[in-house]
């Protein structure tokens, strides 16, 4: 094989309920390859608390959503690996996006189709973005990236662990988090819910450590 030969574009995509690990996954694994890492759940929690700021609730009906949502004015930045998405000047990261509204309203939110429309072209528009900045693949972590999003990605990983333990990492990081009610939002949804794609590589990490989630993942990805 010609070592100088110039390898495709590859995309990795890390899906999972709430509190299974996927962040750090994505992050740790997109480090190792050089890769992007894109957290689409920081993107329905930004669209969230831009939407309670202009007095939007899930409630309101999806024509006034289609309205507003067609001049959010969002903008990429890229941050220690990291692909941010910015509404306007407001960059937001980790803890302001993990407040207790947001955990509160960011499921019936993401429920909505005009929300996932937008975000939808958002998050496939971060090819040609990682592409045009001469990174050699993404890895993208959510809920229904390998089933709708890049269904044809080159690797698919689904993380999954038992809700006590899920529950429980969420109260050590000292968040307040309905998870079992945003875990039955986000599976139950007509549009795109969590589900594991059948081709997909599946890791229960309950009782694992994050750095043996991460190993065995890139012992997956050496050995394929
Ligand atoms: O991964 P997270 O907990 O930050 O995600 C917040 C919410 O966003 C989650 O409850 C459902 C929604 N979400 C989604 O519907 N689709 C995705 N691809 C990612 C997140």
Do not use: W
């Given at each position: 094989?010609?070592?100088n ?6 995309i990795?995509?890390i899906?999972g309920?709430?509190a ?8 740790a ?6 890769f ?6 920081s ?11 202009k ?21 990429t930045?890229?941050?220690e690996?990291?692909?941010?998405l ?5 960059l ?25 429309n937008?975000?939808?072209?958002y ?28 269904p ?14 899920r529950?429980?990492?969420?109260k ?10 945003r875990d039955d939002?986000?599976?139950?949804r007509?549009?795109a ?7 997909a590589?599946?890791?229960n990490?309950?009782l ?17």
């Amino acid at each position: 094989m010609n070592p100088n030969a110039k390898q495709p574009f590859k995309i990795i995509t890390i899906d999972g309920a709430a509190a299974t690990g996927k962040s750090t996954t994505a992050n740790a694994i997109a480090k190792e390859l050089g890769f992007l890492h894109v957290d689409t759940g920081s993107h329905f929690r930004i669209l969230c608390h831009h939407l309670i700021q202009k007095k939007i609730t899930p409630k309101d009906p999806n024509s006034s959503l289609e309205t507003i949502l067609r001049s959010v004015p969002i903008d990429t930045e890229i941050i220690e690996g990291s692909a941010i998405l910015k509404i306007g000047q407001e960059l937001l990261q980790t803890k302001a996006l993990r407040t207790e509204e947001i955990n509160n309203s960011v499921s019936k939110f993401a429920s909505m189709e005009p929300i996932r429309n937008f975000l939808l072209d958002y998050q496939r528009s971060l090819k040609t973005y990682t592409q045009d900045a001469g990174i050699p693949g993404m890895v993208i972590e959510g809920r229904d990236i390998g089933s709708v999003v890049f269904p044809d990605a080159y690797l698919k990983i689904f993380l999954h662990a038992d809700e006590k333990t899920r529950i429980a990492r969420r109260k050590n990081e000292g968040q307040i988090d309905p998870i079992s009610k945003r875990d039955d939002l986000d599976s139950t949804r007509k549009i795109a819910p969590l589900t594991c794609p059948p081709d997909a590589l599946k890791l229960n990490t309950s009782l694992l450590s994050l750095d043996q989630v991460i190993d065995s993942i890139l012992k997956h990805i050496e050995s394929a």
